[in-house]
């Protein structure tokens, strides 16, 4: 590979191929992998650089304290959940949300939807085991089936092109839904739409080269995040994630250092750009006062303008007796409250002050800081 000046591997979207890259499937045709991706290289962009440069420019607002981010949506879509009825239930839910918030605070909302691509799933074991019968884990639908046969669980390079299909119908519908009335602030109108960059064939193969400015663009969202067990500076998903103008959001759960953050933001945002990084902080309410403040002191030593968010839900899962996972809420609500306390008392202070308790309304009363993901 090139190098550049600076010592890093000249940038295209294809260079992730030469690193490690975790969480990827094994697909057994080569040939058939190919195929996809050249079919999603060709095709028409899902959303525009355009879009994508508003949505910093907003993040750059709220950065500012100018605005909170909202941003929701299920951890893992389904194709099944492509219908009118979920579509419309959620936007109702989060143009709800958004409105409650925005007039508690007299700020605008910028909503985000991890929606439209979030199809890939993490997993902690590559194999999963029922009764005594073990196959591959089920790694989200843009990758296998959810049935537990051997048939269902095979990697189909297909089904990345199904995803593509699913969320151009999600983000057509999304443009429909859009109240153009909402807010004081256009950039802060629009239902933006997220995913983790998980796989990495589907995210590359949709990076485009904006004639306008001669940057890259990953147009299967507006913004894409790094996940906690991707985020090794050495490796394919931060390579990748280096070299796009959308907003990233990095996953910061417990085992985040400052070091590591350090290594992360001079990567992925070496001009310390307003609206280019988001952490999403997900320490569980027993850790994040042990393992916030020194997340907070890199990022002050550095001066980056980021924005920081709340994941209250994921770093507080337990499982019941039958196995099956939850949240209790007031851990929940302990974990904002605390996030909130931190940046305090690192001096990002509420840009107005609070009119109810921290731990109901935590979510966006902090300067550089805002909503829930």
């Not at 985000?112 to 019968?133: C, F, H, L, M």
């Not at 109108?189 to 998980?198: D, I, K, Q």
């Not at 940046?343 to 935590?362: K, M, T, V």
């Amino acid at each position: 590979m090139k190098k550049q000046q600076d010592g890093h591997p000249l940038w295209s979207p294809s260079l992730w191929t030469h690193f490690p890259a975790l969480q990827q499937p094994e697909y057994p045709e080569p040939s058939a992998v190919s195929y996809a991706v050249r079919q999603l290289q060709t095709a028409p962009p899902l959303v525009t650089a355009a879009d994508i440069i508003s949505l910093r420019q907003a993040l750059a607002k709220v950065s500012a304290g100018q605005g909170i981010v909202l941003q929701c949506g299920d951890c893992a879509e389904s194709f099944a959940g492509c219908r009118e009825d979920v579509l419309t239930n959620w936007t109702e839910t989060v143009s709800t949300m958004s409105a409650i918030i925005s007039d508690s605070f007299s700020l605008p909302v910028l909503k985000i939807g991890r929606i439209a691509g979030q199809y890939a799933k993490p997993r902690s074991s590559p194999d999963e085991t029922r009764n005594g019968v073990t196959l591959p884990s089920y790694r989200g639908d843009i990758i296998n089936d959810y049935g537990f046969t051997a048939a269902a669980r095979i990697p189909a390079p297909e089904r990345m092109l199904n995803a593509y299909y699913h969320a151009a119908v999600i983000l057509n519908a999304l443009h429909g839904n859009a109240r153009e009335g909402e807010g004081t602030d256009p950039l802060f109108a629009p239902f933006y739409v997220s995913h983790e960059a998980l796989l990495l064939h589907y995210d590359s193969a949709l990076t485009r080269l904006s004639p306008a400015d001669h940057l890259w663009y990953n147009c299967a969202a507006h913004t894409v995040w790094l996940g906690d067990r991707t985020s090794e500076p050495s490796q394919a998903h931060v390579q990748y994630l280096r070299g796009i103008e959308n907003p990233v959001g990095i996953k910061c759960g417990p085992s985040m250092t400052g070091e590591k953050l350090g290594r992360l933001l001079e990567l992925l945002d070496p001009g310390k750009q307003p609206g280019k990084i988001m952490l999403i902080i997900r320490m569980g309410a027993g850790q994040i006062a042990e393992k916030l403040p020194p997340l907070i002191r890199e990022v002050s030593a550095r001066q980056s303008p980021v924005v920081w968010l709340t994941d209250p839900m994921h770093g507080n899962t337990r499982s019941t007796a039958e196995g099956l996972k939850t949240r209790d809420f007031p851990v929940i609500c302990e974990e904002i409250r605390l996030f909130v306390q931190l940046l305090r008392d690192a001096g990002l202070y509420p840009w107005r002050p609070a009119s109810g308790n921290d731990g109901a309304g935590g979510d966006g009363m902090h300067r550089r800081a805002a909503g829930t993901d």
